[in-house]
């Protein structure tokens, strides 16, 4: 991974609230292969209508190679989302109304510092460009199945949730 | 790049695939700012890694990253590289605030929390002092005095062990329920699960929770609470609980393009252990019982827990 | 012949025939196998065979069915379109087999080469001819790889049958010649009225060809080249001229294979590790043997084989506890 330097310790990276809210479905396939680049890619004409529904799953070829496809469901409890990180400067939405501050029901439940304190000029900003709540796993030649790895770290947050509950006092 | 009109499908931008929990999108109705990333320590390797505040809640999240070799999304119409998915769940604040309550100890003092949550690597773990219900969460882990209305704590190993005792009963218990299997056997036996849950014993849940739980505590804490649950030693097969002060880095881990060596081995022993990498492999062989105390020698400050406990 | 199944269709493989000739239940026949489009970097691959009983094989040679390659593209549709007016005594079936489907065969993990392809091809139409009843007595094959080897194949497989491999059989017997006209004029039709999967924008069908050293067929892939995709379906991955201008002008892939991975396309320059390779898999296979006509010896394009170990994992001196190791998951230090 790159690891930016400038994060390092001290730096804060600001998830934009708002853009948790009604962002636009997006579709996403996991593929069985790593293609060395972030860039556009025409998925939708040249990926997308050649999927076929095949006796055991779904069915399509990448680069000659012949992949094997299923849905996976995002857990119960849990939201997907696609983050895009800011250019540094770029002004976004979100930022603008931070003298609005933030009401809620509970005021024992209220900022104790206003939030200039937490966002400063250094910090990034990232935002979520779009939600998902399923997307189409592929395996090369054969369906992932339920032994698939993505699978079995989808069961994280259940466990997760055990492990950092609060114990009970004596 | 967001908010430029090409469906958020980004030329060339970095795009991160993310699950988090509902709440978080809840709570974000509520507020304009306060979800941030930042980097704070892991108790377990003095290393750093990223957390997520909610400061409206406020609220602790951990960021687990899942990865599989070559592996690529595509994202709409772009491409993204790695086919990385982040998870942020719900972290119990108390495993960080033990880490610097543990560093504090050396002063063998009650200091007030302000004076112990510092740190020059991570200066963002004074946000952990925002989070709710501290004093109730620190009755776990210290002794406290109250001197006027300040209250000072003090580390309580005696405490602190009790407390991560009821933590693996609870995480034996969601192991159960989730029916993960935690015999010694090979690896991909876990992915089916159901299968022979009835042959793991009791011990074996322990030894399985206590391992969990040692992705969030130190070596030293790890190894006073595997004494405390009365845990056997691991036989040395075991790929658990991993060493975790090794300096990878300067050890000799085996050749990387040594072929020829690869070559020789049979191959179905290698698609068993496939799950791990040359590099881990070669770890696992390598003796580490005269590591720790080497390491305390050269253990940076802010890094280490050399602090008797 | 009805091309709307293939049209429909055209990923996988596509089974054409005609109605059989009830003549060719009753009588002893003879069957002719052949192909066309074998070499081509472009299009399907077409499979025909062809039938008539013995008793009728003076009236086929009648017809001046000659070797397809020797023939023009009209005059071949006009040899079709007498045999299918004498559908009362000769009788057709052909295999369309998808550039897709030769594509993710050849570059699949288990290896299956054309000629393999090719052969049970071969061996699935005559059995569809046995299916519909036709009373097969004789089949005449035009030779793909060794004519002995696979005349022992075929003969094993049907040991009812007189069967005869021979190379240049298209040009030596009429009933082979009768199918490779069958076979090439499918093979035309289905290339003209090719309905690509792909969504494509100015798409030009000036293709050539579709042979790797008609200048025309190198311009058109030059030109359809997607970096991310590489290709429209259309062409078949699997040739070498496909996968070297995919090297210099598309994305570079690394394919997950067990612990190989297979690296194609783009010009990253990782050092290529046969020697990483388990034998008999992933390894360079042996050169095909080629027929005489083929233009190039095309068949094989491979991608490089790069070992697993490209990183490892020597800048996390942590290693997380089994459970995270076995769901690939680990704590996250960048965004």
């Given at each position: 991974?790159?690891?930016?330097?400038?994060?390092?310790?001290?730096?804060r990276?600001?998830?934009?609230p708002?853009?948790?809210?009604?962002?636009?479905?997006?579709?996403?396939?996991?593929?069985?292969?790593?293609?060395?680049?972030?860039?556009?890619?025409?998925?939708?004409?040249?990926?997308?209508?050649?999927?076929?529904?095949?006796?055991?799953?779904?069915?399509?070829?990448?680069?000659?190679?012949?992949?094997?496809?299923?849905?996976?469901?995002?857990?119960?409890g849990?939201?997907?989302?696609?983050?895009?990180?800011?250019?540094?400067?770029?002004?976004?939405?979100?930022?603008?109304?931070?003298?609005?501050g933030s009401h809620s029901d509970e005021p024992e439940q209220e900022l104790v510092e206003p939030p200039?304190a937490l966002?400063?000029?250094?910090?990034?900003?990232?935002?979520?460009?779009?939600?998902?709540?399923?997307?189409?796993?592929?395996?090369?030649?054969?369906?992932?199945?339920?032994?698939?790895?993505?699978?079995?770290?989808?069961?994280?947050p259940s466990l997760a949730a055990a492990i950092h509950a609060q114990v009970p006092e004596d | 790049?967001?908010?430029?009109?090409?469906?958020?499908?980004?030329?060339?931008?970095?795009?991160?695939?993310?699950?988090l929990p509902e709440c978080l999108k809840d709570a974000s109705k509520k507020m304009?700012s306060g979800l941030m990333f930042v980097?704070l320590v892991r108790p377990?390797?003095?290393?750093?890694a990223?957390y997520l505040f909610n400061m409206c809640l406020p609220q602790l999240f951990e960021i687990?990253?899942?990865?599989?070799?070559?592996?690529?999304?595509?994202?709409?119409?772009?491409?993204?590289?790695?086919?990385?998915?982040?998870?942020a769940t719900p972290m119990d604040p108390l495993f960080l605030l033990l880490h610097y309550l543990i560093k504090a100890d050396?002063?063998?003092?009650f200091q007030p929390l302000d004076q112990v949550v510092v740190d020059?690597?991570f200066p963002n773990c004074i946000l952990l002092l925002k989070l709710p219900e501290l004093e109730k969460l620190l009755r776990h882990v210290t002794e406290e005095k109250e001197i006027g209305k300040k209250k000072y704590y003090k580390y309580s190993k005696e405490k602190t062990l009790k407390w991560l005792g009821k933590k693996v009963n609870q995480t034996?218990a969601a192991?159960?329920?989730?029916?993960?299997?935690?015999?010694?056997?090979?690896?991909?036996?876990?992915?089916?699960?159901?299968?022979?849950?009835?042959?793991?014993?009791?011990?074996?849940?322990?030894?399985?929770?206590?391992?969990?739980i040692?992705?969030y505590i130190?070596?030293?804490l790890?190894?006073?609470?595997?004494?405390?649950?009365?845990?056997?030693?691991?036989?040395?097969?075991?790929?658990?609980?991993?060493?975790?002060?090794?300096?990878?880095?300067?050890?000799?881990?085996?050749?990387?393009?040594?072929?020829?060596?690869?070559?020789?081995?049979?191959?179905?022993?290698?698609?068993?252990?496939?799950?791990?990498?040359?590099?881990?492999?070669?770890?696992?062989?390598?003796?580490?019982?005269?590591?720790?105390?080497?390491?305390?020698?050269?253990?940076?400050?802010?890094?280490?827990?050399?602090?008797?406990? | 012949?009805?091309?709307?199944?293939?049209?429909?269709?055209?990923?996988?493989?596509?089974?054409?025939?005609?109605?059989?000739?009830?003549?060719?239940?009753?009588?002893?026949?003879?069957?002719?196998?052949?192909?066309?489009?074998?070499?081509?970097?472009?299009?399907?691959?077409?499979?025909?065979?062809?039938?008539?009983?013995?008793?009728?094989?003076?009236?086929?040679?009648?017809?001046?069915?000659?070797?397809?390659?020797?023939?023009?593209?009209?005059?071949?549709?006009?040899?079709?379109?007498?045999?299918?007016?004498?559908?009362?005594?000769?009788?057709?079936?052909?295999?369309?087999?998808?550039?897709?489907?030769?594509?993710?065969?050849?570059?699949?993990?288990?290896?299956?080469?054309?000629?393999?392809?090719?052969?049970?091809?071969?061996?699935?139409?005559?059995?569809?001819?046995?299916?519909?009843?036709?009373?097969?007595?004789?089949?005449?094959?035009?030779?793909?790889?060794?004519?002995?080897?696979?005349?022992?194949?075929?003969?094993?497989?049907?040991?009812?049958?007189?069967?005869?491999?021979?190379?240049?059989?298209?040009?030596?017997?009429?009933?082979?010649?009768?199918?490779?006209?069958?076979?090439?004029?499918?093979?035309?039709?289905?290339?003209?009225?090719?309905?690509?999967?792909?969504?494509?924008?100015?798409?030009?069908?000036?293709?050539?060809?579709?042979?790797?050293?008609?200048?025309?067929?190198?311009?058109?892939?030059?030109?359809?080249?997607?970096?991310?995709?590489?290709?429209?379906?259309?062409?078949?991955?699997?040739?070498?001229?496909?996968?070297?201008?995919?090297?210099?002008?598309?994305?570079?892939?690394?394919?997950?294979?067990?612990?190989?991975?297979?690296?194609?396309?783009?010009?990253?320059?990782?050092?290529?590790?046969?020697?990483?390779?388990?034998?008999?898999?992933?390894?360079?296979?042996?050169?095909?043997?080629?027929?005489?006509?083929?233009?190039?010896?095309?068949?094989?394009?491979?991608?490089?084989?790069?070992?697993?170990?490209?990183?490892?994992?020597?800048?996390?001196?942590?290693?997380?506890?089994?459970?995270?190791?076995?769901?690939?998951?680990?704590?996250?230090?960048?965004?």
């Open positions: 991974m790159d690891s930016e330097k400038e994060d390092i310790g001290k730096n990276i600001h998830l934009r708002v853009t948790l809210l009604n962002v636009t479905p997006v579709t996403l396939h996991l593929l069985p292969c790593e293609v060395r680049v972030n860039r556009p890619a025409p998925v939708a004409r040249f990926f997308t209508p050649a999927i076929r529904q095949g006796p055991d799953g779904l069915e399509v070829s990448f680069r000659g190679r012949s992949l094997r496809g299923e849905e996976v469901e995002v857990p119960p849990l939201v997907g989302y696609v983050m895009v990180t800011e250019e540094k400067g770029e002004v976004s939405i979100g930022k603008q109304d931070f003298s609005e200039e966002e400063r000029d250094f910090d990034r900003f990232i935002s979520a460009s779009a939600s998902f709540s399923r997307f189409t796993l592929w395996g090369l030649e054969t369906i992932p199945g339920p032994d698939a790895k993505v699978r079995a770290a989808l069961t994280w | 790049m967001a908010g430029r009109g090409d469906g958020g499908d980004g030329a060339g931008a970095r795009q991160h695939v993310f699950l304009t980097k377990c390797s003095g290393e750093g990223l687990k990253v899942f990865k599989e070799k070559h592996h690529s999304w595509f994202i709409n119409q772009s491409v993204q590289s790695g086919g990385l998915l982040h998870f050396k002063e063998g003092k020059d690597m034996v192991l159960k329920t989730n029916n993960i299997n935690v015999g010694a056997r090979v690896q991909s036996a876990a992915f089916f699960p159901g299968h022979q849950i009835s042959s793991d014993k009791e011990e074996d849940y322990i030894r399985y929770a206590h391992g969990l040692s992705d130190s070596k030293e790890s190894d006073d609470l595997s004494k405390y649950l009365k845990l056997p030693e691991p036989s040395a097969s075991l790929p658990n609980p991993p060493s975790k002060k090794v300096k990878l880095s300067d050890e000799p881990v085996e050749a990387r393009e040594d072929y020829t060596k690869f070559n020789t081995k049979d191959l179905k022993t290698e698609k068993k252990n496939s799950k791990m990498t040359a590099a881990q492999k070669a770890l696992a062989k390598v003796d580490k019982t005269g590591m720790k105390s080497i390491d305390s020698f050269f253990g940076a400050k802010n890094k280490k827990k050399v602090g008797k406990i | 012949m009805d091309f709307r199944e293939l049209e429909r269709d055209n990923m996988g493989r596509c089974r054409l025939n005609s109605p059989v000739p009830a003549v060719c239940r009753k009588e002893p026949c003879v069957l002719g196998v052949d192909e066309a489009g074998r070499g081509p970097v472009l299009g399907p691959m077409v499979y025909a065979i062809c039938y008539c009983p013995l008793s009728r094989l003076a009236d086929l040679e009648a017809l001046k069915v000659a070797d397809s390659k020797t023939l023009s593209e009209s005059e071949r549709d006009r040899l079709f379109a007498k045999m299918e007016e004498d559908g009362d005594f000769v009788g057709w079936a052909l295999d369309v087999l998808s550039p897709n489907l030769i594509s993710t065969s050849m570059l699949g993990r288990v290896k299956y080469n054309l000629n393999s392809l090719s052969h049970d091809t071969a061996v699935g139409l005559v059995q569809h001819a046995l299916d519909q009843g036709v009373k097969v007595v004789q089949v005449f094959v035009d030779t793909v790889g060794l004519p002995e080897t696979y005349q022992e194949r075929l003969q094993q497989r049907f040991p009812s049958i007189e069967v005869t491999v021979k190379a240049k059989a298209d040009a030596l017997y009429p009933v082979v010649s009768a199918a490779s006209i069958c076979a090439k004029v499918a093979r035309d039709q289905a290339v003209k009225n090719w309905q690509f999967v792909e969504k494509l924008q100015d798409l030009d069908t000036n293709y050539g060809s579709g042979y790797p050293n008609d200048p025309k067929t190198k311009v058109w892939l030059r030109k359809h080249v997607e970096p991310v995709f590489g290709f429209p379906q259309f062409v078949r991955f699997s040739w070498r001229t496909a996968q070297s201008i995919l090297e210099k002008e598309a994305e570079s892939i690394l394919w997950w294979v067990s612990q190989w991975c297979c690296e194609e396309g783009g010009g990253l320059g990782l050092s290529p590790a046969w020697e990483g390779c388990p034998p008999g898999r992933w390894s360079l296979s042996p050169l095909l043997t080629h027929r005489e006509d083929l233009p190039t010896g095309d068949q094989e394009g491979l991608g490089r084989i790069t070992s697993y170990f490209n990183e490892s994992p020597r800048n996390c001196p942590h290693l997380p506890h089994r459970y995270f190791q076995e769901r690939g998951l680990e704590s996250a230090t960048t965004l």
